[in-house]
């Protein structure tokens, strides 16, 4: 069984470029969320995708966007990176929606995100 | 808006015996779950162990347990046998009802001592 898989596993930009993280969800699973980490604190909500749309949003501004695709894998994308969007960037995913409480979402091993 | 406190950055343990890291909440909301991951420095956050709002027993898994305190708001986390390869970040997390996002506290790190 499939956990959670992320790629690439480390990634250096420069600030003012673009960049593109790839999640694929574990066996059975339909949605996928994206959490930003950064050094010494904990995971913040950034999106959530279901059925190909973006179902919740966190405090982050429209540079972060993404997308899902019919294989319930998903995208995130980061437009004009700045020095603070270095960060471990984490896909979980969880089965419809989390709309049980007890719905567990699985992590994968994560991005790091160097913008220089 | 909910919130996760998690008071203790550091925390030390000899091989063998148990520890408690320390989690409190703050939510209005009376239906909540709670969760506690762990992440080696690999980077992955691995699930240990749920507690649900409304479950009257406290949740048990292997060598986790949470102990907890609804009344004090808290969901401490107990693990028992310590082992070498339990050394790494701990997050307590909560989410409400009606598919919420996860919110997560800083994290504690274990560790575990020979």
């Known amino acids: 069984d499939a956990g959670v898989t992320q790629s690439p596993t480390h990634l250096i930009k420069t600030r003012g470029q673009q960049v593109t993280l790839r999640c694929s969800p574990k066996?059975?699973?339909?949605?996928v969320s994206w959490y930003q980490q950064a050094l010494g604190q904990g995971p913040q909500f950034i999106f959530q995708?279901?059925?190909?749309?973006?179902?919740q949003r966190g405090n982050f501004p429209d540079r972060f966007s993404g997308h899902q695709f019919p294989n319930y894998s998903s995208e995130l994308n980061v437009n004009a990176l700045l020095l603070g969007d270095s960060a471990l960037y984490l896909c979980?995913?969880?089965?419809?929606?989390?709309?049980?409480?007890?719905?567990?979402?699985?992590f994968g091993p994560g991005t790091r995100l160097t913008v220089l | 808006a909910q919130k996760i406190t998690q008071t203790q950055p550091g925390m030390f343990v000899q091989e063998k015996e148990a520890v408690t890291l320390d989690c409190t909440y703050d939510?209005?909301?009376?239906?909540?779950?709670l969760f506690w991951y762990k992440q080696p420095s690999s980077g992955e956050m691995i699930f240990l162990i749920y507690?649900?709002?409304?479950?009257?027993q406290n949740a048990t898994e292997g060598r986790y347990s949470l102990n907890f305190q609804k009344a004090r708001k808290s969901a401490n986390l107990v693990i028992s046998a310590s082992q070498l390869g339990d050394s790494a970040m701990y997050f307590c997390?909560?989410?409400?009802?009606?598919?919420?996002?996860?919110?997560f506290g800083k994290g504690t790190r274990l560790s575990v001592i020979a």
């Open positions: 979980a995913s969880s089965l419809v929606a989390g709309y049980s409480l007890t719905d567990t979402q699985y």
């Open positions: 066996s059975g699973h339909d949605t």
């Open positions: 995708y279901y059925e190909e749309e973006e179902r």
């Open positions: 939510t209005s909301d009376q239906s909540y779950g």
């Open positions: 507690q649900g709002s409304y479950d009257e």
């Open positions: 997390a909560m989410r409400l009802s009606g598919n919420t996002p996860l919110v």
